[in-house]
């Protein structure tokens, strides 16, 4: 008897030691690992093809991702980790998940991000690395995939990191599909073809501003005048008033003249593109308005979506349009679905960079299970060979340059609410 519940005890704990290893792990590390800096070992470097697979152990089910977990950027960098997480189906008990999540913090500085890459790359040996990096990182970022081989989506607004390595994707509404977008929609949905901009006196501002002129032209669009401003101003009256062609000055002295006269301001320009934050936006929207600049369309970018756009004093921006990556009420079906399993599974509302996170790491599943992936070579080569992905995000492919080719949301203020118009 003694030796009967021996053998049943060591029965039952066979079970559990066999039930415990078919559970496929789920790995997130938050904390850099001190990785040695030795330049890699590329056999037959000279000869290897554009796409090298110099990592014979490479797990075709290990993802990193490298992301601000701590820093001034952490709340991105979390929230962008719940949502691959979710993307994963981490959390789904009637999912046996074979993903592996490996996450390391970058802290949003360069060396930390290249640090992180080299140890995924070399140590933990994943197939593919997703990286959320400002502008100052996604060079360093880039090239750092280049030099270890291993398939890197940057999800980024600094353009141009896809032509630095072939190994480098770019899964983000880059500047030029946001502009181009805003000015399509204002010349065919708006009948706009003249336009004016006024834009803040930074990197962004001025980037912004030249790729305007550019859609502006190619559409064989007008741009009047462009009219810059200090980035910590409050006041814009004499922007204003430069971006009307003195219009402004000269109705307040035909005013002083004849006060019981209120005197039009006269627009030579059908919309005016300003982009800049929402924060920025309100302040200009409610000073064209005591200038009586008045009848022109409002066009912005996506850093005008946030929920803070419409609050108090919003009636200066009815009919104003702007574009972004994601909207939560938009009738994507996909967009939807991935709503309602975010919500249910953190009780919040997602934003824009949970959707690309999502969507990012959906794009690198769907295309590894679906191709039997099973290196980085036959990654990059499925990646770019990809079909349209239809995610949270709307419909996704890789351009020559790796560049993710999205069609934007174009949003509209309508009666104090957002809509998608498009």
Same mark, same amino acid.
């Given at each position: 008897m003694k030796n009967y519940k021996i053998i049943t005890g060591f029965v039952l704990l066979l079970l559990i030691i066999i039930i415990a290893g078919c559970a496929k792990p789920k790995v997130v590390v938050k904390?850099?690992?001190?990785?040695?800096?030795?330049?890699?070992?590329?056999?037959?470097?000279a000869e290897s093809p554009p796409f090298f697979p110099f990592s014979p152990k490479v797990d075709r089910y290990s993802i990193g991702c490298v992301l601000p977990l701590s820093g001034p950027h952490a709340e991105l960098g979390n929230k962008a980790l719940d949502a691959v997480l979710l993307s994963a189906r981490t959390f789904d008990e009637r999912y046996r998940s074979p993903w592996k999540i490996i996450a390391q913090d970058s802290r949003g500085l360069p060396q930390e991000t290249k =640090?992180?890459?080299?140890?995924?790359? /070399? &140590?933990? /040996?994943?197939?593919? @690395?997703i990286a959320i990096t400002g502008t100052a990182e996604a060079a360093d970022a880039a090239q750092e995939a280049d030099k270890w081989g291993v398939p890197l989506i940057l999800i980024t607004s600094k353009e141009g990191g896809s032509l630095l390595s072939e190994y480098v994707f770019q899964h983000f509404l880059t500047p030029r599909q946001q502009v181009r977008a805003v000015v399509q929609y204002a010349l065919n949905d708006l009948n706009n073809a003249i336009f004016a901009i006024l834009y803040p006196a930074d990197d962004y501002g001025e980037e912004?501003?030249?790729?305007?002129?550019?859609?502006?032209?190619?559409?064989?669009?007008k741009v009047e005048r462009s009219v810059s401003y200090d980035i910590n101003q409050t006041d814009f009256t004499k922007e204003i008033d430069m971006v009307t062609g003195n219009q402004v000055s000269l109705a307040r002295r035909e005013a002083a003249k004849k006060p019981e006269i209120k005197p039009k301001v006269f &627009?030579?320009?059908?919309?005016?593109? @300003?982009?800049?934050?929402?924060?920025r936006v309100r302040m200009i929207a409610a000073q064209l308005a005591f200038f009586d600049v008045m009848g022109i369309n409002l066009l912005g970018t996506s850093l005008w979506n946030s929920p803070h756009l419409l609050e108090k004093g919003a009636d200066y921006l009815e009919g104003a349009v702007f574009v972004d990556s994601f909207f939560p009420y938009?009738?994507?079906?996909? =967009? /939807?679905?991935? &709503?309602d399993i975010y919500y249910t599974a953190y009780s919040r509302d997602p934003e824009n960079i949970e959707a690309l996170a999502y969507d990012t790491a959906g794009i690198l599943f769907t295309v590894i299970e679906k191709h039997g992936v099973q290196n980085r070579q036959e990654l990059v080569a499925s990646l770019i060979a990809m079909d349209y992905y239809r995610g949270a995000t709307g419909t996704t492919s890789f351009g020559y340059d790796r560049v993710s080719q999205k069609t934007p949301f174009?949003?509209?203020?309508?009666?104090?609410?957002?809509?998608?118009?498009?």
């Open positions: 904390e850099p690992v001190p990785v040695p800096h030795e330049e890699p070992v590329r056999p037959h470097e =640090a992180a890459i080299e140890y995924l790359a /070399n &140590i933990e /040996n994943v197939i593919a @690395i912004m501003m030249r790729i305007f002129h550019e859609e502006a032209a190619r559409v064989g669009g &627009i030579d320009f059908e919309a005016l593109f @300003i982009p800049d934050s929402h924060r938009t009738f994507y079906p996909e =967009a /939807n679905d991935f &709503i174009v949003l509209r203020v309508k009666k104090g609410k957002l809509e998608q118009v498009r």
